[in-house]
């Protein structure tokens, strides 16, 4: 299993632009969520999805949207970058409810908005 | 306001020198703690989880201890080695604002010097 693997690894955009982030695991795990991680802060939830079809916003969504088709796929996509959204991204996938299971992390994309 | 506080914010310790990192959480009610392990580039890995009820819990050299009534626990590294130098997250599952969400810590970063 490759578990959580997330592309790019790296990305540099300029303000205003737009792209997405990708997120596969292959454990069939029902939870998968999104997460950044910002220099002297615990990892704050962007989004996260409950399985295909549904998805719901955390602590800081705006300025990303998800979607999930699949149970594999969970992509967060930037509208319009903005400098504020410079930050390491990781996304995480549980096999239940990622409040009582452990959560399997990609190892991340780090994105630097000029 | 943070409501998973880490100390120290670093450390340097010798190989084979056994350390223990600290984490005090004031949110409740509480469900369960986890203890991340990070390496640098990498997404963040489970350690440990602990209910409530559960007052120590081993993953090979890793001894994390929780004290629910202080609201603390710490993580034990015994006989470091060199591939222990990493950030140490600690995450609390806990009810907040009405729903269930993890509040995760800024982390320890711990360096292994031979």
């Keep these: 299993n490759a578990g959580v693997t997330q592309t790019p690894k790296f990305q540099v955009l300029k303000t205003g632009q737009s792209m997405t982030l990708q997120c596969a695991q292959d454990m069939n795990h029902e939870y998968m969520s999104w997460y950044r991680q910002d220099p002297g802060m615990g990892l704050r939830l962007i989004h996260y999805s409950v399985g295909a079809g549904i998805t719901d916003q955390g602590e800081v969504p705006n300025g990303y949207n998800v979607s999930r088709s699949t149970t594999e796929d969970f992509p967060l996509r930037l509208l319009s970058a903005a400098p504020s959204q410079t930050s390491v991204y990781f996304c995480a996938s549980s096999i239940g409810d990622f409040h009582n299971s452990p959560l399997h992390f990609g190892n991340g994309t780090r994105l630097t908005v000029t | ?114």
Excluded at chain 2, 105 to 112: E, I, K, M, P
Aim: glycine share 8%; with cysteine; hydrophobic share 30%.
């Design chain 2, 1 to 114: 306001k943070n409501q998973v506080e880490q100390s120290p914010q670093s450390l340097i310790i010798l190989e084979g020198k056994n350390c223990t990192l600290q984490c005090n959480y004031t949110v409740s009610p509480f469900s369960n703690l986890r203890w991340y392990k990070q390496d640098t580039g990498r997404g963040p890995v489970s350690l440990t989880i602990m209910t409530f009820s559960e007052n120590t819990k081993s993953n090979g050299r890793y001894t994390a201890t929780l004290d629910a009534d202080t609201k603390q626990s710490s993580l034990h590294i015994t006989a470091s080695q060199l591939s222990d130098s990493a950030s140490y997250i600690c995450v609390v599952s806990a009810r907040s604002g009405g729903y269930n969400k993890l509040i995760f810590g800024a982390g320890t970063r711990l360096a292994v010097h031979p």
